[in-house]
Structures are given as structure tokens and as C-alpha cells.
């Protein structure tokens, strides 16, 4: 009996292969073309079918989606299903979790007034008259 079941972890292995080739062992295999692994587990891996299909264009997003993790070291949240003593699981949904770095809002700068730079505070100060070195006297 297959249980629903939900992890989030960062992806230490993707993989995709030929139709057929199939991941696992013999007792746990799974008959997929994508598979992955999550640094929150210690063994066991989850996959996903890529056949020309009405689950194909799903089935592709959920890659992007797990792509972009890997490549962006993000973590994801799986949903998959595995049979009770199992370690492989099927995978039926990829969430992508955001980084929860706070976000930081833009200061107006108050020299800028819609979109026109005005002059800054030292516009007011009176000018500085640069002086030129004294000449030197011609002795008599």
C-alpha cells in the first residue's frame, strides 16, 4: 500500500535517462526518467515518469522546477508516494521555496524629485575662489 507522503531538502542528485533503464534496486525500484535526492533523507530517492503523455507537460515543469533548485541550491518540497518498507518513492508535485532572506525596500534618495536629479545640499555653499601661488619677486 502506497502512502502519501511530503519532504523538503535541497537536491544532492538529479538525473534523467532513457525510458526503461528504470532506478534502484530490484526490491525497490522505480520505473521513472527523473529522479533526485534530497540532503534530508539518508537514503532512498524519488522519481517521476517523462512520457509523452497527458502528464508530460506537468511532469516537465516539475524538472524545470527541480533544476532551477539544484542549480540555485534552493530547497524544494516533494509530495510523493511509497509503499510501506519502501526507500524509493514516486514523486506527484515539486514546491519551490523561496529564500526567506528579508527582502530590502529601496530608499528614495532625496536628491532625486521625480525623476530629475537635483542639486545636492553643497549647490548652497558659497563658492570656493581657487588661489593661484604667489609669483615669485625678481630680486634687484
Given at each position: 500500500m502506497s502512502n502519501l507522503l511530503e519532504k523538503t531538502g535541497k537536491i544532492v542528485f538529479l538525473r534523467a535517462h532513457d525510458l526503461g533503464t528504470k532506478f534502484g534496486p530490484p526490491t525497490d525500484q522505480l520505473d521513472v526518467e527523473a529522479v533526485f535526492c534530497?540532503?534530508?533523507?539518508?537514503?532512498?530517492?524519488?522519481?517521476?515518469?517523462?512520457?509523452?503523455?497527458?502528464?508530460?507537460?506537468?511532469?516537465?515543469?516539475?524538472?524545470?522546477?527541480?533544476?532551477?533548485?539544484?542549480?540555485?541550491?534552493?530547497?524544494?518540497?516533494?509530495?510523493?508516494?511509497?509503499?510501506?518498507?519502501?526507500?524509493?518513492g514516486v514523486a506527484i508535485r515539486i514546491a519551490l521555496i523561496k529564500s526567506q532572506v528579508a527582502a530590502t525596500h529601496a530608499v528614495e534618495s532625496p536628491q532625486r524629485i521625480s525623476g530629475k536629479v537635483m542639486p545636492g545640499p553643497e549647490a548652497n555653499a558659497k563658492p570656493t575662489i581657487p588661489r593661484s601661488k604667489p609669483k615669485p619677486r625678481k630680486a634687484r
Amino acid at each position: 500500500m502506497s502512502n502519501l507522503l511530503e519532504k523538503t531538502g535541497k537536491i544532492v542528485f538529479l538525473r534523467a535517462h532513457d525510458l526503461g533503464t528504470k532506478f534502484g534496486p530490484p526490491t525497490d525500484q522505480l520505473d521513472v526518467e527523473a529522479v533526485f535526492c534530497l540532503n534530508s533523507i539518508a537514503e532512498g530517492a524519488f522519481g517521476f515518469q517523462l512520457r509523452n503523455d497527458g502528464n508530460l507537460p506537468a511532469r516537465q515543469a516539475m524538472f524545470s522546477l527541480l533544476r532551477d533548485a539544484f542549480v540555485n541550491n534552493l530547497p524544494v518540497t516533494a509530495d510523493f508516494l511509497i509503499d510501506t518498507g519502501k526507500k524509493n518513492g514516486v514523486a506527484i508535485r515539486i514546491a519551490l521555496i523561496k529564500s526567506q532572506v528579508a527582502a530590502t525596500h529601496a530608499v528614495e534618495s532625496p536628491q532625486r524629485i521625480s525623476g530629475k536629479v537635483m542639486p545636492g545640499p553643497e549647490a548652497n555653499a558659497k563658492p570656493t575662489i581657487p588661489r593661484s601661488k604667489p609669483k615669485p619677486r625678481k630680486a634687484r
